[in-house]
């Protein structure tokens, strides 16, 4: 459902379902989203737009780089555990401000450093798996797949769900160019 509207995002066939009074009556009893958006805060990747997607349809969680700590892994825990919700969609982007500022290196004012230090490791796996002119790309791609891989370790609601198969957990990655949303092995 949510490549399928992305699709008709990225063709420019959007349909922007469930915005109407209707759906908001029908909501008043109690909400069910399909999926977890684990996104970035960039203004220009609104999930609910990009996957065009309407009111009810979609839990999300945005920081600056996607990072979670343990109050965003607590929204996710919620969705997962007392919505029911089955898919977390961990989704990265190109040009993310949040990864240049840590491959660019330096001293970040404020809290930022804390920003920082979870994004730290995937520019560092990056660098250590070489191809420098790709060292953003790559960066972004390992963010996504660290944030993957922490929640599905994330003990013990996320990583109980994942065993029994009630969640699934994929990395995807946002362009900006196409308005396509690729999803990462
Ligand atoms: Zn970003």
């Known amino acids: 459902m949510l490549m399928d509207g992305n699709e008709r995002f990225a063709s420019g066939n959007a349909t922007h379902p469930h915005q109407s009074e209707e759906r908001m009556s029908e909501l008043l009893s109690g909400q069910h989203p399909f999926a977890i958006v684990v996104?970035?805060?960039?203004?220009?990747?609104?999930?609910?737009?990009?996957?065009?997607?309407?009111?009810g349809d979609i839990f999300v969680i945005r920081?600056?780089?996607?990072?979670?700590?343990?109050?965003?892994?607590?929204s996710i825990e919620y969705a997962a555990e007392h919505l029911n919700v089955p898919l977390?969609?961990?989704?990265?982007?190109?040009?993310?401000?949040?990864?240049?500022?840590?491959?660019?290196?330096?001293?970040?004012?404020?809290?930022l450093n804390s920003l920082v230090d979870y994004i730290q490791p995937a520019v560092d796996e990056a660098k250590a798996a070489g191809n420098e002119d790709q060292l953003l790309n790559n960066s972004i791609d390992y963010n996504v797949k660290n944030i993957v891989?922490?929640?599905s370790t994330s003990e013990p609601i996320l990583s109980e769900a994942v065993e029994k198969g009630k969640l699934t957990i994929v990395g995807a990655r946002y362009h900006l160019d196409s308005g396509e949303v690729e999803i990462l092995e």
Not at 63 to 74: E, F, I, R, S, Y
């Open 39 to 55: 996104g970035c805060s960039d203004s220009r990747i609104p999930p609910e737009v990009i996957f065009d997607q309407g009111m």
């Open 63 to 74: 920081t600056a780089g996607q990072v979670m700590d343990n109050v965003t892994l607590a």
């Open 88 to 111: 977390v969609v961990v989704l990265g982007h190109d040009s993310c401000g949040a990864v240049t500022a840590v491959v660019k290196g330096g001293e970040v004012p404020g809290h």
């Open 149 to 151: 891989e922490q929640l």
